[in-house]
């Protein structure tokens, strides 16, 4: 009964691939988001995204784009992998009501870029 | 824009003991939320604690309470009575309610070391 789930766990790929991280929630939250946590633990948003609109953080370059076939889904596809890119990175779900804004995160994944 | 900072980014507690992380924050916005997350060494997220910028009272959950300084712009976390199991990162967030992305502005975090 995972509320929000990411595949894959670890992703070891080599420079220049095209990947895609799948991240799912059973919440019934109608937004959902995706952040990266650098090697020094900092966490930064990437993505916000509902089935009204996309807001993207202005600092992410357009080799990362968040793509969602339904509600529940938000996967992130990632081309022309660099080593820059090897982080941990979270999707998180959460309501836009007020007084439940909490975002439940994913395990997260760790990709790795050789 | 919005800030969260910080200061300890390493800390020592005596199994038993409250602990207080410490938080502080800069907005402009009159309207906005605070969040405590943990981060075990497994890596996972896990959502601790929230205040709302309007809420009277502070807030508690179990052993977690928010010591929400609307003035001094501070949300410190206090945890009482320390486990081992309380050994992990913690990071402090904050969102901004009228904002349409919703978004978490995270602090750099605070790594707690529970002693036996």
Redesign the interface.
């Known amino acids: 009964d995972t509320a929000v789930s990411q595949t894959p766990k670890y992703l070891v790929t080599q420079m220049g691939n095209d990947k895609s991280i799948k991240c799912e929630q059973n919440l019934g939250h109608d ?1 959902m ?1 995706w ?1 990266k946590q650098d090697s ?6 990437m993505f ?1 995204y509902n089935n009204k ?1 996309l ?1 993207i ?1 202005e600092t992410v370059p357009n080799r990362f784009s968040p793509k969602s076939p339904d509600k529940a889904h938000l996967n992130l596809h990632i081309n022309s992998l660099e080593l820059g890119d090897s982080a ?1 990175y ?1 999707c ?1 779900s ?1 309501t ?1 009501r ?2 439940q ?5 994913g ?2 994944t ?1 990709l790795l870029v050789l | 824009a919005q800030k969260i900072t910080q200061t300890q980014p390493g800390m020592f507690v005596q199994e038993k003991e409250a602990v207080t992380l410490d938080c502080t924050y800069d907005t402009s916005d009159p309207s906005y939320g605070l969040f405590w997350y943990k981060q075990p060494s497994s890596g996972e997220m896990i959502f601790l604690i929230y205040q709302g910028s309007y809420d009277q009272q502070n807030a508690t959950e179990g052993r977690y309470s928010l010591n929400f300084q609307k003035a001094r712009k501070s949300a410190n976390l206090v945890i009482s009575a320390s486990q081992l199991g309380d050994s992990a990162m913690y990071f402090c967030a904050m969102r901004d309610l009228n904002n349409a992305g919703n978004m978490l502005t995270f602090g750099g975090g605070t790594r707690l070391m529970v002693k036996p």
């Open positions: 937004t988001y952040y020094k633990k900092f966490l930064k948003i916000s609109e807001i953080n941990v979270f998180a959460s836009a007020r007084g804004e909490t975002q439940y995160f395990p997260g760790r």
